[in-house]
């Protein structure tokens, strides 16, 4: 029983970390238009990794690990802040040299392999998640004893992460086939806009 409440927690903790649509969401949501659910899905595993892979580590070593994270001061941010506004401004590049007429806007370059990795590197640079899973744990304390519990704690986070994002992604692919050129064009501009917002905001906040 200590198991399955764990994983249940495991799950809304996944979640939690998941549901908010930010510059990863809307990126992973751009993946499905862009390249449909099959081609979109490695990017959407990517990023549930790096949730199980941060929460494993917030259980493991999340009391010592936060402080740590607080001490590297804004430098998390500047980085992950300047990512996102070069993706951004990768993406309206691309947008630009193809013109509607020329056809279907371009879909982003690289296999699944490559964006599994671009993906990886995108959700690893926000530490937040794990400063977010060690608050967590350390709600947990005396629940996590073991192994067992610990480990389906775990699970829980990466079967809900990983589960969202394909929805993210297959949300994507559903309006890939639903909506007409000009308004997939719309989409992937207001898409790149909103992630260098983002990233502009947090590059501004970093830097006060």
Not at 21 to 28: D, F, K, S
Request: proline share 4%.
């Amino acid at each position: 029983m200590d198991i399955l409440a764990m994983l249940a927690r495991g799950a809304l903790a996944g979640l939690g970390v998941a549901m908010p649509l930010g510059a990863i969401g809307v990126l992973l949501l751009g993946e499905g238009i862009s390249r449909g659910f099959r081609r979109g899905a490695p990017a959407a595993v990517a990023v549930g990794v790096i949730d199980t892979l941060y929460s494993a580590a917030a259980v493991l070593f999340g009391a010592v690990a936060a402080p740590v994270i607080g001490g590297w001061g804004s430098w998390p941010a500047v980085i992950g802040g300047g990512v996102l506004v070069g993706i951004a401004t990768l993406g309206l590049w691309r947008l630009a040299a193809r013109p509607a007429a020329d056809g279907p806007a371009p879909e982003p370059a690289g296999s699944g392999w490559q964006r599994f990795v671009l993906f990886l590197g995108l959700t690893a640079v926000n530490p937040a998640t794990l400063v977010y899973f060690a608050a967590i744990t350390v709600g947990l304390t005396g629940r996590l004893g073991t192994t067992a519990t610990a480990s389906a704690f775990v699970i829980g986070v990466g079967l809900a992460s990983v589960s969202w994002q394909l929805v993210v992604v297959g949300t994507g692919a559903i309006l890939r086939h639903r909506i007409t050129e000009r308004a997939r064009r719309l989409s992937v501009l207001a898409g790149n806009l909103v992630v260098a917002g983002l990233g502009v905001a947090m590059l501004v906040g970093a830097l006060r």
